[in-house]
Nanobody, 124 residues
Framework: QVQLVESGGGLVQAGGSLRLSCAAS????????MGWFRQAPGKEREFVVA????????YYADSVKGRFTISVDNAKNTMYLQMNSLKPEDTAVYYC?????????????????WGQGTQVTVSS
C-alpha cells in the first residue's frame, strides 16, 4: 500500500503561482512512477504531468508545458508541482497518483494509488 497526501492548494489570481505537495508513505519503493492529474467540475480527470523513476523521464500535458514543473525530494518522499502563470482554466481539484507498473502514464486507470485531492481555484 502507498498513502498519498496532497497539500498546497488555494485561491490565486490569474498570473499567480502555487506549489502543490504530495507526501508519500508506505511501500513507496514499489512505485514505478507518479503523476499529477486534475478534475474540474463536470469534467473527466485530466492528465497533467508524470514522472518515471527509472531514467527520470518527465511528461507534461501540452496545456501546462512551460508553466508547470514537477520535482521530487527523495529524502522527504515528497513530490511537488510548481504552477506558474496560472489561468482560470487551471481551476480544478488536483490529485497525485502512484503506479507500480509500466503502461501509459497518460491514463488515470494506469495508477494504483491516489491522494484525496487539493482544490486549486484561479480567479480572473
Amino acid at each position: 500500500q502507498v498513502q498519498l497526501v496532497e497539500s498546497g492548494g488555494g485561491l490565486v489570481q490569474a498570473g499567480g503561482s502555487l506549489r502543490l505537495s504530495c507526501a508519500a508513505s508506505g511501500r513507496t519503493y514499489s512505485s514505478y512512477g507518479m503523476g499529477w492529474f486534475r478534475q474540474a467540475p463536470g469534467k473527466e480527470r485530466e492528465f497533467v504531468v508524470a514522472i518515471i523513476w527509472s531514467g527520470g523521464s518527465i511528461y507534461y500535458a501540452d496545456s501546462v508545458k512551460g508553466r508547470f514543473t514537477i520535482s521530487v525530494d527523495n529524502a522527504k518522499n515528497t513530490m511537488y508541482l510548481q504552477m506558474n502563470s496560472l489561468k482560470p482554466e487551471d481551476t480544478a481539484v488536483y490529485y497525485c497518483a502512484s503506479r507500480g507498473s509500466s503502461g501509459s502514464y497518460y491514463y488515470a486507470r494506469a495508477y494504483d494509488y491516489w491522494g484525496q485531492g487539493t482544490q486549486v481555484t484561479v480567479s480572473s
